[in-house]
């Protein structure tokens, strides 16, 4: 994985944590970055949300560090902005950089005090071991019931030369981000000036984490940011932009399947595809309507090639469309057809679906030209025992 230069990564284990996992991060630019964000939707927000859109408008859009803590959302508490400053103030002390130029991110437990001794009194430590090399390590340490680590990465030909992007994110359930996603962050050394990231950010947000539901929530921390360092030397100019945002919307796709296909109990990664809508999104509420039925979920849990479900979640959706010029197929298999059930050998589809990865396609047949592509996953009794014993 070829990361882009000029930044440095750390973490460690603070104690916010119940057990010793490193629960505390540091991502750093070794100058100051071009930084858009985009963030949660949810009227509950958290407030290192609210303090990082502060930041952003204070400091012009450039930032230096951004400081993760996993383990407690600092959220729906007491101290909760008084925290958030603390911390920020502390880090760019020890960083000597402006406050407004460090960023805060918080994931885990709502409504728990969130102890900002226990940040404060680990900054030197790590900052001390801030690194090129730790950008796993930071994946890692941001990940609350995650089991494995998300990463991305993409080289791209710009100007004279080339310029890297990488990203990583976190998350496995309350994960409907409509925005972002629970913590993403994607860097790139290339320079890129503030208004121009912030259009590139949105447009790749909407192609990914904007196209990616486990359990229909959006969290209260959902957090997603793009910073551009310029350490390359290579400026992408306006011959550039088109072919960058397209390795930036393909690394922030990927990332976005990783969190689908680790949701919470979940065993099967589902990509659903929809088309022939009036307009794109059409096609993209039919598709999320599709992804977010419990009942659609469960039978592909249960490899039930049950067609009738997501016809009935399209149909939920709100968007007007002809059920008999409606086509559905799963696994490549048409099971209906103009709204019908079709010929189909049951048995040996539900041998298709008992794979790890399932396609689910809806095609209204007609002169709409609205189509989307949508990841989630399934829906196991995994899911109720992780979260029914979350905060135990």
Same mark, same amino acid.
């Given at each position: 994985?070829?990361?882009?230069?000029?930044?440095?990564? @750390?973490?460690?284990?603070?104690?916010?944590?119940?057990?010793?996992?490193?629960?505390?991060?540091?991502?750093?630019?070794?100058?100051?970055?071009?930084?858009?964000?985009?963030?949660?939707?949810?009227?509950?927000?958290?407030?290192?949300?609210?303090?990082?859109?502060?930041?952003?408008?204070?400091?012009?859009?450039?930032?230096?560090?951004?400081?993760?803590?996993?383990?407690?959302?600092?959220?729906?508490?007491?101290?909760?902005?008084?925290?958030?400053? @603390?911390?920020?103030?502390?880090?760019?002390?020890?960083?000597?950089?402006?406050?407004?130029?460090?960023?805060?991110?918080?994931?885990?437990?709502?409504?728990?005090?969130?102890?900002?001794?226990?940040?404060?009194?680990?900054?030197?430590?790590?900052?001390?071991?801030?690194?090129?090399?730790?950008?796993?390590?930071?994946?890692?340490?941001?990940?609350?019931?995650?089991?494995?680590?998300?990463?991305?990465?993409?080289?791209?030909?710009?100007?004279?030369?080339?310029?890297?992007?990488?990203?990583?994110?976190?998350?496995?359930?309350?994960?409907?981000?409509?925005?972002?996603?629970?913590?993403?962050?994607?860097?790139?050394?290339?320079?890129?000036?503030?208004?121009?990231?912030?259009?590139?950010?949105?447009?790749?947000?909407?192609?990914?984490?904007?196209?990616?539901?486990?359990?229909?929530?959006?969290?209260?921390?959902?957090?997603?940011?793009?910073?551009?360092?310029?350490?390359?030397?290579?400026?992408?100019?306006?011959?550039?932009?088109?072919?960058?945002?397209?390795?930036?919307?393909?690394?922030?796709?990927?990332?976005?399947?990783?969190?689908?296909?680790?949701?919470?109990? @979940?065993?099967?990664?589902?990509?659903?595809?929809?088309?022939?809508?009036?307009?794109?999104?059409? @096609?993209?509420?039919?598709?999320?309507?599709?992804?977010?039925?419990?009942?659609?979920?469960?039978?592909?849990?249960?490899?039930?090639?049950?067609?009738?479900?997501?016809?009935?979640?399209?149909?939920?959706?709100?968007?007007?469309?002809?059920?008999?010029?409606?086509?559905?197929?799963?696994?490549?298999?048409?099971?209906?057809?103009?709204?019908?059930?079709?010929?189909?050998?049951?048995?040996?589809?539900?041998?298709?679906?008992?794979?790890?990865?399932?396609?689910?396609?809806?095609?209204?047949?007609?002169?709409?030209?609205?189509?989307?592509?949508?990841?989630?996953?399934?829906?196991?009794?995994?899911?109720?025992?992780?979260?029914?014993?979350?905060?135990?």
């Amino acid at each position: 994985m070829k990361l882009p230069s000029g930044y440095r990564y @750390a973490s460690l284990y603070a104690g916010i944590r119940k057990y010793p996992k490193d629960d505390l991060a540091f991502l750093t630019s070794d100058v100051p970055a071009a930084c858009a964000g985009v963030f949660t939707q949810n009227r509950v927000q958290a407030a290192p949300v609210r303090l990082c859109k502060a930041n952003l408008k204070a400091g012009n859009g450039m930032v230096r560090a951004v400081l993760v803590n996993a383990g407690n959302a600092n959220c729906a508490t007491r101290s909760g902005d008084r925290v958030a400053l @603390a911390t920020c103030r502390a880090a760019a002390k020890t960083l000597g950089v402006p406050a407004a130029q460090v960023l805060v991110a918080s994931t885990g437990v709502i409504g728990v005090e969130l102890d900002g001794k226990l940040i404060t009194k680990a900054l030197p430590q790590l900052a001390a071991a801030l690194s090129p090399d730790s950008f796993r390590a930071v994946s890692e340490a941001i990940m609350t019931t995650d089991t494995r680590p998300k990463t991305s990465s993409a080289e791209v030909s710009a100007g004279n030369g080339a310029v890297n992007i990488a990203g990583m994110t976190k998350g496995a359930g309350m994960i409907m981000p409509m925005m972002a996603t629970t913590l993403g962050f994607v860097m790139t050394d290339a320079a890129i000036a503030v208004g121009r990231l912030r259009g590139m950010l949105r447009e790749a947000a909407e192609e990914s984490f904007n196209r990616l539901s486990v359990d229909g929530d959006t969290s209260t921390n959902d957090t997603l940011l793009l910073l551009a360092n310029g350490a390359s030397g290579q400026k992408i100019g306006a011959r550039d932009e088109g072919h960058f945002t397209d390795a930036l919307t393909h690394v922030m796709q990927d990332l976005a399947r990783q969190i689908a296909r680790d949701g919470e109990g @979940a065993k099967k990664l589902i990509t659903i595809q929809v088309s022939g809508t009036r307009t794109k999104e059409d @096609a993209a509420r039919i598709a999320r309507a599709i992804a977010n039925s419990p009942l659609v979920k469960t039978a592909i849990a249960g490899s039930d090639p049950n067609w009738g479900r997501i016809l009935s979640a399209a149909g939920n959706s709100g968007v007007p469309f002809d059920p008999s010029k409606t086509d559905v197929v799963l696994q490549g298999v048409t099971v209906c057809r103009a709204g019908l059930a079709a010929r189909f050998s049951e048995p040996a589809l539900k041998n298709k679906l008992d794979g790890d990865e399932v396609t689910i396609g809806v095609f209204i047949n007609g002169s709409g030209r609205g189509e989307s592509r949508f990841w989630t996953c399934d829906f196991t009794e995994d899911y109720i025992r992780i979260n029914a014993s979350y905060r135990t």
